[in-house]
T-cell receptor, first 110, second 112 residues
């Protein structure tokens, strides 16, 4: 099976930088995805890493180290609208479906 | 506009009744999924389908059933065998299994 670990909560002020770590254990790793979910809403895709390194998309960046079974999502120039839950998800090679972590709730304060 | 629709948004049922949740997509995606989300928790996979007339059990399939008779539709039935059915149910689709998933708005089911 797969297991993913990420912090349950992070609080930061507007304009700050937040890093959400995700460590995973899986048999047959294909890639790591990140999704954002506002309270009561639908998750939306943020990023996907299949290879080691940093992927940048605007204020958000995602990093992967396959050798360390570790990735992170970096949120820069935090805004109030970034208050949400963020989930990492592993795609495996045996069946290719996603397994989600429990999520990190980010609270942005003024 | 392309997207995924789920209906209804809120659903109430009495214990012991089966209930079917609707999921429709017009994105022309082959793969579709059903997840369950409980308060403060992540998404757990119930069933997924890679193609029409095919579906696979996810991690928590007991007490649930699905069908995939059309590419656009992937309804989920919550049966009376599901011991704790009250939850937020999310449907998603992707071009292929494991690819970027697009989620519907969800159905919040409460069993009284």
């Amino acid at each position: 099976g797969q297991s993913l670990e990420q912090p349950s909560e992070v609080t930061a002020v507007e304009g700050a930088i937040v890093q959400i770590n995700c460590t995973y254990q899986t048999s047959g790793f294909y890639g790591l995805s990140w999704y954002q979910q506002h309270d009561g809403g639908a998750p939306t895709f943020l990023s996907y890493n299949a290879l080691d390194g940093l992927e940048e998309t605007g204020r958000f960046s995602s990093f992967l180290s396959r050798s360390d079974s570790y990735g992170y999502l970096l949120l820069q120039e935090l805004q109030m609208k970034d208050s949400a839950s963020y989930f990492c998800a592993v795609r495996t090679t045996n069946d290719y479906k996603l397994s989600f972590g429990a999520g990190t709730t980010v609270t942005v304060r003024a | 506009d392309g997207g995924i629709t789920q209906s209804p948004k809120y659903l109430f049922r009495k214990e012991g009744q089966n209930v079917t949740l609707s999921c429709e997509q017009n994105l022309n995606h082959d793969a579709m999924y059903w997840y369950r989300q409980d308060p403060g928790q992540g998404l757990r996979l119930i069933y997924y389908s890679q193609i029409v007339n095919d579906f696979q059990k996810g991690d928590i399939a007991e007490g649930y059933s699905v069908s995939r008779e059309k590419k656009e539709s992937f309804p989920l039935t919550v049966t009376s065998a599901q011991k704790n059915p009250t939850a937020f149910y999310l449907c998603a689709s992707s071009i292929e299994v494991g690819g970027e998933q697009f989620f519907g708005p969800g159905t919040r089911l409460t069993v009284l």
